[in-house]
């Protein structure tokens, strides 16, 4: 029944996370408000997406599910207070985003997509809305760090979290689909999987290194030895593809050990780290690539007789 | 089955190797846990002790020795002990957290911090700390010694010594602190109670 509606459900979904945002900003976290505004958004998306699926313009649909994932990060940036513009700053920003994702974004990825270094993928839209709201989110944090390195005026922390929250909110979502592309050719999702398990897993080493200092705390030179090896064990799965298996397994047992020490950093960089190492061991696009020149050789052959 | 496509694995491998790999953590962290060594995974949390903040120490006699000391938490823990013939605080506060959100959680306050703060200059004499962490901005040390012994009993392997030593803006995580004489100037009692997100809450 829900065959061919794809693009519907993420569309609902997409209103009932969009809508429940903007309700909560706007009723000030009136549970009513915020329940109107989500469903009401969801039957508006969904309603729009029907009604251009039946228009002759192919890229009607998408290129309206991307301006729709556009709107969280332009209500978010301009209306932060970090730029301290109101709702003027709200509209402007939230304008420019859905303009942006509807011509700029959607021509960007097409055209990738063409050249097949881009591939499309389940609730694609979906999850490039939650990962814009994420960018947001990641752009704001890391502005707030590089606070203490640029002068404490309201110019440049406004500067710092326009500038950070603006490439995080646009790049972050659109690389999901750089990384499966490039994921056929090595184990890159995987692997920056690890990598991030093993920056969490050294950062908590990194953070206790004072205490080796004291005498009998061995044990304080976990987070430092297995976050570094995760690192090294991460990049070696981007360079050396053939060594999946083993670069995997030994991802998977240093996450493990990594919670003997190291908090296994903060619990989450060692879950990273297994589910990255899982990814690295069982990639298979060494395989698919040999099964594809033999299907091709085959084809070649029958066209050739 | 799609994203599986996507994600260019064999998916019965995938999913044999990630119950593995959570597996191998569940038995790692249950068998820590039965064997009572389950402060190896968190090695920051649990040991206890006090904080002794100083804007500026300065002691003469200085030693430092490996130990094994008693804890709030546990009854044996590695530590480093510390001796000073003399020596003479400025800015000192001794403070000790403890964590009330079980029994006054319900009134808000999950953490209360009782403060000693001397108002004036402390003077001590033979003092004997047992640490584990200092942390200074500034550490000056005059005829510094750090020796190796060879030993039977792993304690009496390394000593560190030095004639003078300066400490600016230092944090010690103590959990003993002795004195032959200590005159202290003044001093102000300060208990802070925190509320879930670390604030204070109310006044002093």
Known sequence: MLKGKGEQIQMAFMGLFIGSLLGGLIFKGHLGGILGSAIGMAILLVVVVTLLKRHENEEAAPRIMLAAAGIMPGVLIGGSSALNLGAAGGTFFTLFYVLFFWIFLFNIIEGH??????????????IITLFSFAGVWIGSFISSLVRGILPDTAFFNGLSYLLFTLAFSILLPVSIGFIFAANRFRPLLGGLLALLGGGLVLWVGISIAPMLFLPGSGLYLAGLVFGSLMLALSLMAFFTPPLHRFIGCALMAISVLSYVGAMGGVIIGGILGIIGGALVFSWNGLEQEAARAISEEESFLVDEA | MAMIGTLTINKRRFIWT??????????????????GKLFAAFPLTGIGGFQVNADYIEGTGFELWPAIGETAEKAEWPQAAISMATNKIQGLVLSKALDVSKTLGKY?????EFQVIPLGEVNGKGIKMNVTGIKSDVGDFVMMTVKEKYSKDVLKTFTMGADKVVMEKATINAHSLTASSMSIPMINIKVVAYDANGKPVGSN
């Open chain 2, 108 to 112: 808000g306050i999950h953490k209360i």
């Open chain 2, 18 to 35: 990630v119950v593995t790999g959570f597996a191998a953590l569940l038995l790692l962290i249950g068998s820590l846990f039965f064997t």
């Open chain 1, 113 to 126: 997509k063409e050249e097949d270094r881009y591939l499309a993928y389940p609730a694609e839209y979906l």
